[in-house]
Structures are given as structure tokens and as C-alpha cells.
């Protein structure tokens, strides 16, 4: 299982845990920003796949930001899961 970081620009979070394994969202956890939200973000998105899940959650904005904690998590997953820069 990948353990990747996300660090959001622009958001309430501080910081996204995602773990994937075979294009498949296993868990997330949020660091910072709404609790709720960022609680029930995570149980929908256990079992679902990363690039459904990215393209789903792009162009989410919260209150006029020009992206929200569910749009930089699919710019985090397309960046690390589904587009990674190899060294």
C-alpha cells in the first residue's frame, strides 16, 4: 500500500493522508480544516477509485477560494497517484 501526502495551497487543511493501493482509495484522513466534512470525504471515498475520484472532485470551490479542500485533493491525487514525475 502507497501512503502518499498531499499539502493543499489555499485551504482550511493543513495536510492529506491518502493510502492507495492499485488505483484504489484505501483511506484518507485530513489534518486540519472542517471536521464533518473532511470526516464523511473520507468514508465516501474508502473503495473508490483515484482517477473516478479525481475527475469527480476537480473544480469543487469553496466560498469563492477558486478551489477547496476537495478540489486540492484531486489535484493531489492526479499529481501523485495518476501523473507521478519518475526520478
Known amino acids: 500500500m502507497e501512503k502518499i501526502v498531499i499539502i493543499p ?3 482550511c487543511c493543513d495536510r492529506m493522508l491518502v493510502d ?3 488505483g484504489v482509495i484505501h483511506g484518507v484522513h485530513f ?3 472542517c471536521p464533518g466534512n473532511s470526516m464523511a470525504l473520507g468514508r465516501l471515498l474508502k473503495g473508490q477509485p483515484a482517477d473516478r475520484i479525481a475527475e469527480l472532485l476537480a473544480g469543487v470551490d469553496c466560498d469563492g477560494k477558486g478551489t477547496s479542500c476537495a478540489d486540492q485533493l484531486s489535484r493531489g491525487l492526479k ?3 495518476l501523473h507521478p514525475v519518475k526520478d
Do not use: T
Request: without cysteine; proline residues 0%.
Open 31 to 33: 489534518e486540519g480544516g
Open 9 to 11: 495551497e489555499g485551504v
Open 79 to 81: 499529481k501523485m497517484v
Open 20 to 22: 492507495v493501493e492499485d
